[in-house]
């Protein structure tokens, strides 16, 4: 009996909705007659009437023919059956379109922007042969001439007598290469033999002969250098990049084998690198030539290349197939051991001691050396967790938008279930509008994807030149964008689509009244996620700025106003180290001819420069503390050309000559850490060791300038007069590398626009090849200390910005969506005595529910948050306050703007119209 009521009841259900189709199609039929009389009456043409009219009424055709006949036509055809109709339908819908593609716009193409660099830096190999083959001897980017050792015990800067020992004793590697670690701090000049062409200051390394071979590269023109050339007395050759080749040489063939002057020695160019080579790590300003490590003795003057204590070469080799890793780094190390136990530094006592703890960690190669990554990782992962926020909320507002578009279908819904079309079917077809639109938000996030890399690199790298890292999409970048464009598509189209699929037929023929129910409990939560991702973002926002403005506002205890820096290199011009002091006084004479010219400032390097040299210190008569102070050599006018005040004691004068007593002016952290509180420190003596302790003299204290970083802390300096020399030296002049000046300090009266034009011609009037390597404004350079920390606050502060629109949005979508839908009901309540005053209440306080809840969420998450982010927070623990304060007001007042809107659209409903509308 069961069976046969079961049976009964699929019969009676069948012919009702048989009928009830039946009904419809009359209907749709009497519909479609009176839309076409009525586009005829208007003035339209007979078939373009009835076109109209069936899109009017939800494309009853394409129903018709896309749904009762999908048995047996062939899955591609019926894909592009969708495809059309899904176009037709988006077209149809052109403000619905434009802002669900604008919306994925934004959030795919700040991820794939951060996406291409975090491929370009992190992710990719070195455009060599074979990557996987190679293995670098260490794990650290130290920098760049070493004496010593960690106390670790870690090797990743080596001697070139180390380097030999091991190539010579390691046959697992088919080729091991030496390269110069600090390169991009000693730049060469760089002049064509014959040509008119001022010398130019560009950058070069110097490797081992077997470089280009160890990396499996070839040359494009020419050769690449070989062992022959990496010898004592060889020519002096060079390999050029094939940058330099096509941008500053024009891809002149007759290059190859030509003379040019580096650092006025001649230099033969053997040969050009093949397109797309950077060197053997990612820099944003790679080599332009590369030279063999014998020829930096007569290029750049350097006594270390040869020096058993000096390390200053990284390493990089090819292991042969089926080496063990394992035993490898236990060979290795033993001969590391051996090498050094030759040296003198670990033939005494305390020396053998710590020989046993000597040794080299292998890590992979094929991405070249770590140091750019190493600067960028932190900075790049965080900006991808926070793009990833934004894209989240992006695709809330999506999942939004394609709810209410479903909702609003509900008729065309119900027509195409009574003509016979299946769920499933229905469902793919939405779905396949939602993929559609998530491509074409994929490709127009691209388009934001590359303007938002060149804005990332230009923010990065100011100023870089020959920059590797491109703006352009790799593959990588576009296989990542189109398949974040489909998962988007699919997976926040599945819920909006399988909602708007329940129809009934017969929910066609009767009216449907909406007397109460507004938003989904789906669009809710959308919208509550929103809130909470957006106060996540704004939070974080709010701390990097305010990072940033705690940086900024530190007291760097210099002027930078109307100062300049003129970076040189005596030693690439040709002067040898008893010439400098005639071209020092020289520089002070012409310099101080220029009109405006106050200060001529000389010294080894600059306060907030990327440079630092160290060296131990101890005070005459007390223990070695084994403290590392920074080692400035500096001129007379030096102190007042950057701003340093003199606090005890005297400056350095013009009497502090090379033949005077040897003195040194300290800081006030000087002081401090090695000094007694109410200690006098001035006639106190210091050196290197308890043995050269009475070196310097210490004649006058200044401010704790700020150097080498605005947070560099407890950042011990001494200075002494740029012709001094230890007391102690027990070498010559000319193998005194400390002798060289880096920087000239420019003080003017006012500001001089064309300083720099000045400068260089000032300085080639001294001599042709004295080239200017870098020239900034004191200002500049002080701003390019904070250049990261103002790209995260720049980024993080735009995430939280468009975070915060699209949360205003979705909100303000929502609660749209909830009063449309209950107009009726507004109508009945003003109709029994509701004043409008009510009516707008009632819904912000709906408005603002929502957005209260998020904010309770995102409350917890942002102090999760925080915890993973303090470490490139500058004096910030925890949630600022303020901040938090700040992000909740803002939060509150978007959910009050998207809430009052339609509020006072709800407050202005007629009740006799809203019931007519029934």
Same mark, same amino acid.
């Given at each position: 009996m069961k069976f046969l009521r079961r049976f009964w009841k699929r019969i009676s259900n069948f012919v009702a909705r048989r009928n009830g189709a039946g009904r419809l199609r009359e209907e749709i039929q009497e519909h479609l007659a009176l839309e076409t009389e009525a586009n005829i009456r208007a003035g339209m043409k007979p078939e373009e009437a009835r076109r109209k009219a069936v899109l009017q009424f939800g494309s009853v055709e394409a129903v018709r023919e896309g749904y009762s006949s999908e048995k047996g036509l062939p899955l591609v055809e019926t894909i592009l059956q969708d495809c059309t109709y899904a176009i037709r339908m988006l077209r149809k819908s052109p403000a619905f379109t434009v802002v669900a593609i604008l919306t994925l716009a934004l959030g795919i193409g700040a991820n794939a922007s951060i996406f291409s660099l975090i491929h370009a830096l992190l992710l990719k190999n070195l455009p060599v042969a074979d990557p996987k083959t190679l293995l670098r001897l260490g794990n650290s980017n130290d920098c760049c001439v070493g004496m010593g050792s960690h106390d670790s015990g870690e090797h990743s800067l080596f001697s070139t007598n180390t380097y030999e020992y091991l190539r010579k004793n390691l046959p697992e590697f088919e080729d091991l290469a030496g390269i110069q670690a600090g390169w991009t701090y000693r730049q060469v000049v760089v002049r064509r033999e014959g040509s008119e062409d001022p010398p130019r200051s560009v950058m070069g390394e110097f490797v081992s002969g077997n470089y280009f071979n160890t990396?499996?590269?070839?040359?494009?023109?020419?050769?690449?250098?070989?062992?022959?050339?990496?010898?004592?007395?060889?020519?002096?050759?060079?390999?050029?990049?094939?940058?330099?080749?096509?941008?500053?040489?024009?891809?002149?063939?007759?290059? =190859?084998?030509?003379?040019?002057?580096?650092?006025?020695? @001649?230099?033969?160019?053997? /040969?050009i690198a093949p397109r797309g080579f950077y060197g053997?790590?990612?820099?944003?300003?790679?080599?332009?030539?590369?030279?063999?490590?014998?020829?930096?003795? @007569?290029?750049?003057?350097?006594?270390?290349?040869?020096?058993?204590?000096?390390?200053?070469?990284?390493?990089? /080799?090819?292991?042969?197939?089926? =080496?063990?890793?394992?035993?490898? !780094? !236990?060979?290795?190390?033993?001969?590391?051991?051996?090498?050094?136990?030759t040296t003198p530094r670990y033939r005494s006592e305390e020396g053998k001691l710590k020989l046993k703890n000597q040794h080299v960690v292998l890590t992979p190669g094929g991405a070249g050396i770590q140091a750019m990554q190493e600067q960028n990782d932190r900075q790049l992962r965080l900006l991808m967790a926070a793009s990833g926020l934004l894209l989240l909320i992006a695709c809330a507002n999506l999942a939004n938008l394609l709810l209410v578009r479903g909702m609003a279908r509900k008729a065309e819904m119900n027509v195409r279930a009574a003509l016979g079309a299946r769920r499933g079917r229905i469902v793919r077809q939405l779905l396949t509008e939602s993929v559609l639109l998530a491509g074409a938000g994929g490709l127009a996030g691209l388009a934001v994807a590359y303007? /938002?890399?060149?804005?990332?690199?230009?923010?990065?790298?100011?100023?870089?030149?020959?920059? @590797?890292?491109?703006?352009?999409?790799?593959?990588?970048?576009? *296989?990542? *964008?189109?398949?974040?464009s489909l998962v988007t598509g699919v997976l926040f189209g599945v819920a909006p689509a399988w909602i708007a699929s329940k129809s009934e037929p017969a929910d066609a023929l009767r009216g449907a009244r909406t007397i109460a129910g507004g938003a989904t409990v789906l669009q809710r939560t959308l919208v509550v996620l929103q809130a909470a991702?957006?106060?996540?973002?704004?939070?974080?926002?709010?701390?990097?700025?305010?990072?940033?403005?705690?940086?900024?506002?530190?007291?760097?205890?210099?002027? @930078? =106003?109307?100062?300049?820096?003129?970076?040189?290199?005596?030693?690439?011009?040709?002067?040898? !180290?008893?010439?400098? /002091?005639?071209?020092?006084?020289?520089?002070?004479?012409?310099?101080?001819?220029?009109?405006?010219?106050?200060k001529v400032g000389i010294s080894s390097y600059t306060p907030m420069e990327d440079n630092n040299n160290g060296w131990n210190v101890v005070v005459q008569g007390k223990p070695d503390p084994n403290l590392i102070a920074s080692y400035v050599k500096a001129n007379a006018e030096y102190f007042d050309s950057v701003g340093t005040r003199v606090v005890m004691g005297r400056g350095i004068t013009a009497q502090d000559t090379a033949n005077s007593t040897g003195i040194a002016v300290v800081n006030k952290e000087f002081v401090r850490r090695l000094f007694k509180p109410g200690e006098n420190p001035i006639g106190q003596h210091f050196g290197g060791s308890p043995k050269t302790a009475a070196d310097w003299e210490i004649v006058g204290v200044v401010e704790d300038t700020a150097y080498e970083s605005a947070t560099f802390k407890d950042h011990m300096m001494y200075f002494v007069p740029l012709m001094q020399r230890e007391k102690s030296a027990d070498y010559p002049i000319d193998k005194d590398e400390n002798m060289y000046a880096g920087a000239i300090v420019l003080k003017t009266s006012r500001p001089v626009d064309d300083m720099e034009t000045l400068a260089r011609r000032t300085l080639a009037s001294i001599n042709p090849n004295l080239s200017v390597v870098k020239f900034q404004s004191f200002d500049a350079q002080i701003a390019e200390r904070f250049s990261q920390a103002r790209m995260l606050s720049r980024l993080t502060m735009l995430f939280g910005g468009l975070a915060l629109l699209l949360s205003t949005l979705g909100l303000y979508g929502v609660t749209a969506y909830a009063?449309?839908?209950?107009?009726?009901?507004?109508?009945?309540?003003?109709?029994?005595?509701?004043?409008r005053a009510t009516v707008t209440a009632m819904v912000v306080r709906g408005a603002l529910v929502q957005a209260l809840i998020g904010l309770g969420i995102g409350l917890g998450v942002a102090m999760l948050c925080v915890r993973g982010i303090e470490s490139q927070l500058y004096e910030i623990k925890g949630v600022d306050p303020g901040v938090l304060t700040g992000a909740v007001l803002m939060l509150i007042a978007a959910a009050l703007l998207a809430g009052l809107i339609p509020a006072r659209r709800a407050a202005s409903i007629e009740p006799a119209r809203a019931l007519r509308a029934e």
């Open positions: 990396f499996g590269v070839a040359a494009v023109a020419g050769r690449t250098l070989v062992d022959s050339d990496d010898v004592a007395g060889a020519p002096l050759a060079a390999v050029m990049s094939y940058e330099t080749w096509k941008t500053r040489f024009h891809g002149d063939a007759s290059i =190859v084998g030509g003379t040019i002057r580096v650092n006025t020695h @001649p230099v033969t160019v053997v /040969g053997d790590r990612l820099w944003n300003a790679p080599p332009e030539f590369y030279f063999p490590i014998e020829t930096m003795v @007569p290029i750049a003057n350097v006594t270390y290349v040869h020096g058993t204590e000096a390390q200053w070469l990284y390493m990089v /080799g090819r292991v042969r197939p089926g =080496v063990s890793r394992a035993q490898l !780094q !236990q060979k290795v190390n033993t001969l590391l051991q051996q090498q050094l136990a303007a /938002g890399t060149s804005m990332l690199l230009a923010m990065a790298f100011p100023g870089s030149v020959n920059d @590797p890292i491109s703006a352009d999409p790799s593959t990588a970048v576009l *296989a990542f *964008a189109c398949g974040l991702l957006s106060l996540v973002l704004l939070v974080g926002a709010g701390l990097f700025a305010k990072s940033l403005n705690k940086l900024e506002h530190i007291d760097l205890k210099l002027d @930078p =106003v109307n100062r300049y820096i003129v970076h040189i290199n005596p030693q690439s011009a040709g002067y040898v !180290q008893h010439e400098v /002091g005639d071209l020092y006084r020289t520089i002070e004479e012409r310099f101080h001819a220029l009109p405006g010219v106050e009063v449309a839908r209950r107009t009726s009901e507004i109508g009945i309540r003003m109709a029994l005595g509701a004043r």
